[in-house]
């Protein structure tokens, strides 16, 4: 049943104690993380859309998927008018499958392997925003990660990101907001309350949507 490998598969990521088991956990899961993650109503990778165009006009960017996985989010924002996204993801086996939907109206203009935490393979300034989900969460990319993420995104670009409970104190990211704040390197312009990223499964794993103005 997907929904069983499904929450097997989220406890083989969410326990990886390092960068290289949690690439080696996604490139188990990479052939069905589609289908499993859809029977576990996985709404993230789509209700993100809703911020980048309330907040990117159509049209605008290039933008950074960071984190892209399998490369869900990428056909919902061309559908809605955006068609420079780069995706950037840990694992070679994600990425492949992003590739693949690139038949399909071509929604990543650019896929490039590489860390959230460490150095980004981009110049400062280099996009009009950033969004990332599912990325921020138990095992996954620091919240120190927001830090280079920030410096890739151009003055009046946008950080769209989402936060799991269960990593926000843990993980310092309100000290991370709080830096990035009173360096004037960011302001914060809206975040959403705590909500499930399950509409079927897990109905305790709560995300909240951050949204900041770089400046």
Same mark, same amino acid.
Not at 63 to 73: E, H, Q
């Given at each position: 049943?997907? %929904?069983?490998?499904?929450?097997?598969?989220?406890?083989?990521?969410?326990?990886?104690?390092?960068?290289?088991?949690?690439? +080696?956990?996604? $490139?188990? &899961?990479?052939?069905?993380?589609?289908?499993?993650? $859809?029977?576990?109503?996985?709404? !993230?990778? %789509?209700?993100?859309?809703?911020?980048?165009?309330?907040?990117?006009?159509?049209?605008?960017?290039? #933008? #950074?998927?960071?984190?892209? =996985?399998?490369?869900?989010?990428?056909?919902?924002?061309?559908? !809605?008018?955006?068609?420079?996204?780069?995706?950037?993801?840990?694992?070679?086996?994600? #990425? /492949?499958?992003?590739?693949?939907?690139?038949?399909?109206?071509?929604?990543?203009?650019? #896929? +490039? /392997?590489?860390?959230?935490?460490?150095?980004?393979? &981009?110049?400062?300034?280099?996009?009009?925003? %950033?969004?990332?989900?599912? @990325?921020?969460?138990? =095992?996954?990319?620091?919240?120190? =990660?927001?830090?280079?993420?920030?410096?890739?995104?151009?003055?009046?670009?946008?950080?769209?990101?989402?936060?799991?409970?269960?990593?926000?104190?843990?993980?310092? *990211?309100?000290?991370?907001?709080?830096?990035?704040?009173? $360096?004037?390197?960011?302001?914060? @312009?809206?975040?959403?309350? &705590?909500?499930?990223?399950?509409?079927? =499964?897990?109905?305790?794993?709560?995300?909240?949507?951050? @949204? *900041?103005? @770089?400046?």
């Amino acid at each position: 049943m997907n %929904f069983d490998k499904a929450n097997a598969a989220l406890d083989s990521v969410y326990s990886a104690d390092s960068p290289e088991r949690l690439a +080696k956990a996604y $490139a188990d &899961w990479a052939a069905t993380y589609d289908s499993e993650t $859809a029977s576990l109503g996985y709404l !993230l990778p %789509f209700l993100i859309t809703a911020w980048v165009a309330r907040h990117v006009p159509a049209g605008e960017g290039p #933008l #950074l998927d960071a984190g892209c =996985g399998t490369g869900l989010s990428g056909p919902s924002l061309k559908a !809605l008018g955006y068609g420079d996204i780069v995706g950037l993801d840990l694992s070679d086996d994600m #990425l /492949k499958i992003a590739g693949s939907r690139q038949a399909d109206n071509k929604p990543y203009s650019e #896929l +490039k /392997k590489a860390m959230l935490g460490g150095p980004l393979p &981009w110049p400062d300034r280099h996009f009009r925003a %950033f969004f990332s989900t599912g @990325v921020f969460t138990i =095992g996954h990319a620091p919240a120190s =990660g927001l830090h280079e993420l920030v410096r890739i995104t151009r003055s009046g670009g946008h950080s769209i990101f989402t936060v799991r409970d269960q990593v926000f104190e843990s993980g310092g *990211f309100q000290g991370v907001f709080d830096e990035l704040t009173e $360096a004037q390197k960011w302001r914060p @312009v809206e975040q959403s309350p &705590w909500f499930r990223c399950y509409a079927i =499964g897990d109905p305790a794993a709560l995300v909240k949507t951050f @949204v *900041f103005e @770089v400046v």
